[in-house]
């Protein structure tokens, strides 16, 4: 069973920087991507950043473009968010999902929706406050 761990979150001051953690388990497949996700209160879950991990692609949302990077260890099954220059409208639950990608659009396609996510970490709290 594929377990994903999400972890790094906390509170942090305006301007300041948290590096998410996204650790996949039970894998039985090589290939997939990861996304970062976020949700705050009243609002819809959000891509944030995506990552293929045979580096097909990257993706950020405008809003955290230049400020937020994504990365991955295959080795270690496990993808980063390095989030600086931080603000208050970041604050959110982030998650992380797991697309299986077996087809070659699967590899080449962005998948921006929740709903294309096979698999769900349980979510890490960022507050950004003064």
């Known amino acids: 069973e594929v377990q994903l761990q999400a972890s790094g979150g906390g509170l942090v001051r305006p301007g300041g920087s948290l590096r998410l953690s996204c650790v996949a388990s039970?894998?039985?497949?090589?290939?997939?991507?990861v996304g970062w996700f976020r949700q705050a209160p009243g609002k819809e879950r959000e891509a944030v950043s995506i990552i293929s991990t045979e580096n097909t692609f990257t993706y950020y949302t405008d809003s955290v473009k230049g400020r937020f990077t994504i990365s991955s260890d295959k080795a270690k099954n496990t993808v980063f968010l390095e989030m600086n220059t931080l603000k208050p409208e970041d604050t959110a639950v982030y998650y992380c999902?797991?697309?299986?990608?077996?087809?070659?659009?699967?590899?080449?396609?962005?998948?921006?929706?929740?709903?294309?996510?096979?698999?769900w970490g349980q979510g890490t709290q960022v507050t950004v406050s003064s």
């Open positions: 039970g894998l039985t497949f090589h290939d997939y991507v």
């Open positions: 999902g797991l697309r299986r990608t077996d087809s070659v659009m699967d590899k080449l396609v962005i998948p921006t929706a929740p709903g294309e996510y096979n698999y």
